[in-house]
């Protein structure tokens, strides 16, 4: 092998080290006995590994509840999002209708607003409309984004016009040729695009803190928050909580990681 290519495989090996080493050391940690990591030096590796933590947390800790809550929560925020917004972005790039560009660019103006601006009016709002402290008050500002929306409308665009006025001419109605030609050659995009959903409504923790008040309905962001003024000492214990969290995104993101690329890099490679 050439020096050159010794040295930036050897570079990129370290830097990659360096961005897992924490992720490794979370899960070690999370499996020591209470106040092992507060010693000094602290180990890197637990000698008497134990799941005592883990049990706490799904048993008496509570988080059970709220991971079954933060699941449940991210698949129906994922399915709504990818529903709305693939039906919003093809629109956008195939169908013909009254000041689309119009409204299109300010979709894309409006991603400028940071989302925390329109948390008090929607609040509010969701008061007025009696659905504070419910499920349906959570999912609502996740059923639609203006990210998606473009992500699927850029995609569209590259599906060719003849295909679908060849449909046409065949006498397939608008919701057949969405279905059955449109939507196959979506789906590299559409797995992205419920990646970024799922991360979003599982990782969310300032709306589920502001509209739901009820202890129960807490997500697991909010529950281990609420945990660690607790145990604020008790590394492992949070190491643990913290592992819960982490493991499900890790999860989905390797299974549909050649889906998520393919998806961000088509119109590119087009």
Same mark, same amino acid.
């Given at each position: 092998?050439?020096?050159?290519?010794?040295?930036?495989?050897?570079?990129?090996?370290?830097?990659?080290?360096?961005?897992?080493?924490?992720?490794?050391?979370?899960?070690?940690?999370?499996?020591?006995?209470?106040?092992?990591?507060?010693?000094?030096?602290?180990?890197?590796?637990?000698?008497?590994?134990?799941?005592?933590?883990?049990?706490?947390?799904?048993?008496?800790?509570?988080?059970?509840?709220?991971?079954?809550?933060?699941?449940?929560?991210?698949?129906?925020?994922?399915?709504?999002?990818v529903s709305f917004n693939t039906l919003a972005g093809y629109s956008f790039a195939k169908l013909r209708f009254r000041h689309r560009e119009r409204v299109f660019?300010?979709?894309?103006?409006?991603?400028?607003?940071?989302?925390?601006?329109?948390?008090?009016?929607?609040? &509010?709002?969701?008061?007025?409309?009696?659905?504070?402290?419910?499920?349906?008050?959570? &999912?609502?500002?996740?059923?639609?984004?203006?990210?998606?929306?473009?992500?699927?409308?850029?995609?569209?665009?590259?599906?060719?016009?003849? &295909?679908?006025?060849?449909?046409?001419?065949?006498?397939?109605? +608008?919701?057949?040729?969405?279905?059955?030609?449109?939507?196959?050659?979506?789906?590299?995009?559409?797995?992205?695009?419920?990646?970024?959903?799922?991360?979003?409504?599982?990782?969310?923790?300032?709306?589920?803190?502001?509209?739901?008040?009820?202890?129960?309905?807490?997500?697991?962001?909010?529950?281990?928050?609420?945990?660690?003024? +607790?145990?604020?000492?008790?590394? +492992?214990?949070?190491?643990?909580?913290?592992?819960?969290?982490?493991?499900?995104?890790?999860? &989905?993101?390797?299974?549909?990681?050649?889906?998520?690329?393919?998806?961000?890099?088509?119109?590119?490679?087009?």
């Amino acid at each position: 092998m050439k020096p050159k290519t010794v040295l930036v495989n050897g570079l990129l090996w370290a830097f990659a080290g360096l961005a897992v080493f924490p992720l490794i050391w979370m899960v070690c940690v999370s499996l020591m006995p209470a106040g092992s990591a507060s010693t000094l030096p602290p180990p890197l590796i637990p000698h008497e590994p134990t799941l005592v933590h883990y049990r706490a947390l799904l048993g008496d800790g509570g988080l059970k509840r709220a991971f079954v809550n933060s699941l449940g929560l991210a698949v129906v925020s994922t399915l709504m999002s990818v529903s709305f917004n693939t039906l919003a972005g093809y629109s956008f790039a195939k169908l013909r209708f009254r000041h689309r560009e119009r409204v299109f660019g300010l979709l894309i103006a409006a991603l400028v607003i940071p989302g925390q601006v329109a948390m008090l009016p929607l609040f &509010l709002m969701l008061k007025g409309m009696g659905l504070v402290n419910t499920w349906m008050g959570v &999912l609502i500002p996740s059923m639609a984004g203006i990210f998606g929306i473009f992500l699927v409308r850029q995609y569209a665009r590259g599906v060719p016009d003849e &295909l679908l006025e060849a449909a046409r001419l065949d006498g397939a109605g +608008e919701w057949r040729i969405f279905w059955n030609i449109v939507l196959p050659t979506l789906k590299p995009v559409l797995v992205t695009l419920a990646v970024f959903a799922f991360l979003g409504s599982w990782n969310d923790f300032m709306w589920p803190l502001i509209v739901l008040t009820d202890g129960e309905m807490h997500t697991l962001p909010v529950a281990l928050a609420a945990l660690s003024r +607790e145990h604020v000492q008790d590394s +492992e214990l949070m190491m643990a909580g913290a592992v819960i969290t982490v493991l499900p995104v890790l999860v &989905l993101f390797v299974a549909l990681q050649r889906y998520y690329m393919q998806g961000l890099l088509m119109g590119s490679v087009k």
